[in-house]
């Protein structure tokens, strides 16, 4: 017997583009298969407990799906993840997609990926992480640009930079984009819609740098960007970035893994002894996102609480 459900949301390396175009604030999401995973057990009670108690977006989320859906009653929710905090990773966003397909699951009521990011959007600003593949996204408004399809298999060899950033500040407190800014911020949106269409990790790299050159070029004192913009160039190696996190790194597609980049920029990126180094593959087909829980598998669940 069904007696819970469970959701998975995949986290993103930063993004591929980000800015504001045309006073259209937007990003495109980099989806990898680092993620977060949340359960939902139903209880007549109202309200959400959540745990760990910290995950409060998430709690949040689950109750606005419940009253979307016309219920009174509560659950438990538990929220795991993998996805570091604050790094620009969309740990909250894929906390926020996770439990809501949690919820859906444990109440057999599907939820569109466009009410999803209505819900996420009015928590804080969302990625696009509720839809498949790669997107435009309106982070503040919650609305989808643009769909491109699936991510093309790719590695980004990455540094997980100290500290921690806070998204609603970075957005509330953002620095207007020139017209300069924003026409190179239009060219890396063709590069990279043209590259993932095309899987073509050239074209890829090029509009993450582009992105990311915008981000420094508007007063970032970040000097690892700034050396990561400087290996780029040298090595013709494409660039991805959080722009509102610590996150910096290379992106190859799998012939260049074979040639030996990706061993190459690790050590640069190691060198430079900023944060640690990981490498990310990107999220490149549909995963099962969300099911239901079954008495026998709850049991231990139920523990935890």
């Given amino acids: 017997m069904v007696r819970g459900g469970w959701g998975f949301a995949s986290g993103t390396f930063g993004e591929l583009v980000q800015g504001e175009l045309n006073g259209t604030p937007f990003l495109v999401t980099l989806p990898i298969r680092w993620g977060t995973r949340a359960i939902f057990i139903p209880r007549p009670a109202p309200g959400v407990e959540v745990y760990p108690p910290h995950r409060k977006k998430a709690q949040v989320a689950a109750q606005q799906v419940l009253k979307y859906l016309g219920k009174t009653q509560g659950g438990l929710l538990s929220v795991s993840s993998v996805i570091p905090i604050g790094k620009g990773m969309a740990s909250s966003s894929a906390d926020v997609v996770a439990s809501m397909r949690a919820v859906s699951a444990a109440l057999g009521k599907p939820i569109p ?96 740098r582009f992105s990311a050159e915008v981000q420094w070029e508007r007063g970032s004192d970040d000097e690892i960007l700034e050396a990561v913009l400087h290996q780029s160039k040298e090595r013709q190696w494409g660039v991805v970035i959080a722009h509102s996190g610590t996150v910096r790194g290379f992106i190859f597609s799998p012939q260049a893994v074979r040639k030996g980049q990706a061993l190459e920029a690790e050590r640069y990126l190691r060198g430079l002894g900023g944060g640690s180094v990981f490498r990310f593959w990107t999220q490149s087909r549909k995963l099962a996102s969300q099911g239901p829980l079954e008495e026998d598998a709850m049991r231990t669940r139920r523990e935890r609480f």
């Fill in 113 to 208: 990926a466009s009410r999803m990011a209505y819900i996420a959007a009015r928590i804080e600003p969302s990625d696009g992480v509720m839809y498949d593949g790669v997107v435009a996204f309106n982070p503040r408004q919650g609305v989808i640009l643009e769909r491109w399809g699936p991510m093309p298999t790719g590695l980004i060899v990455g540094l997980v930079g100290q500290g921690r950033v806070n998204t609603e500040a970075h957005h509330r407190d953002r620095i207007p984009y020139t017209e300069e800014h924003q026409k190179k911020l239009s060219l890396a949106l063709n590069r990279a819609r043209e590259g993932v269409i095309r899987r073509d990790f050239t074209l890829i790299g090029e509009a993450g």
